[in-house]
């Protein structure tokens, strides 16, 4: 079902956890599931993958992953300050090594002045280790390609802190 | 990304929920987020879904849904009283009308005395309704072919209490 290129990409990203003993955790909101979806196609995934966060509605951001509301009520559910807090919120709430998150708009509405249809943030948080953030703008390329593109690029963070 | 008839279909659950008012989340082990990745495939689906956990690690089937330890210790986490604990959890802690749960094993690896590779259960609980229950022995059809069956079934399961 998923590309090629997702599942050779999952499936190095997890050998590479497995051989550091990493566990990570996803706190996923545009992606809906799909990063989680992507790394448990691969047979032994459980080694690594404690658990995944669907945070869909801005009260499951705040319930499951600590995000404060008051934060999304200021800057907004697609932020970097939300995309930092998911991700931070996901290692510490499922005592996880790395925790990679994805928020965005992946259309076709949806957008507000100043963050269009395409725009995603995404944040990898890894415990004792400076939390990373990227910004995209995929443009109006369709809904899912904007949420496959936002799996590929999870799962690049989510090797980076592997091995940083 | 999602064979089409899955696609028909999550957009006839949502449109069938969206019409009673109804919100929903998802309680996934073996599918690993894809049930929830192909409902938030459907542009408009945040009217509906509200969340999603991904209950990969028994840890994870405690603590986010409710799951009683003693009784994953005693039945296993692929029975059906966890996947009813896991689908009546969801619907309390996410406070939503209908919640869908999946535990299974989709291989290759995992079986276990009685518990055979493809064995799934599902539970779908809906707030002041019966819990409903499905075992499925999906055989060893590959990993990817338990998953997307188990999706399928997931929504069905989901169209059924939405009717109830």
Same mark, same amino acid.
């Given at each position: ?10 499936? #190095?990203?997890? @050998? +590479?956890?497995?051989?550091? *003993?990493?566990?990570?955790?996803? /706190?996923? $909101?545009? !992606? =809906? ?50 995309? #930092?807090?998911? @991700? +931070?919120?996901?290692?510490? *709430?499922?005592?996880?090594?790395? /925790?990679? $998150?994805? !928020? =965005? ?53 989510? @090797? ?5």
């Amino acid at each position: 079902m998923f590309p090629p290129n997702l599942i050779d990409a999952a499936t #190095r990203l997890l @050998a +590479e956890c497995r051989s550091r *003993r990493l566990k990570l955790a996803t /706190a996923e $909101s545009c !992606t =809906g599931g799909l990063v989680a979806g992507l790394l448990t196609e691969i047979a032994g995934s459980s080694d690594v993958v404690e658990r995944g966060f669907v945070t869909y509605s801005n009260e499951a951001k705040s319930e499951l992953v600590g995000v404060p509301p008051e934060l999304i009520a200021r800057v907004g559910a697609v932020s970097e300050e939300v995309a #930092r807090a998911m @991700a +931070e919120g996901a290692v510490a *709430r499922a005592r996880v090594d790395i /925790a990679v $998150s994805v !928020t =965005g708009i992946a259309g076709p509405g949806g957008a507000t002045p100043g963050k269009p249809v395409g725009l995603v943030h995404f944040a990898c948080a890894r415990a004792g280790k400076t939390t990373i953030h990227e910004r995209r703008e995929f443009g109006e390329i369709g809904r899912g390609p904007v949420r496959l593109k936002s799996v590929e690029l999870a799962l690049q963070l989510l @090797a980076r802190q592997a091995r940083a």
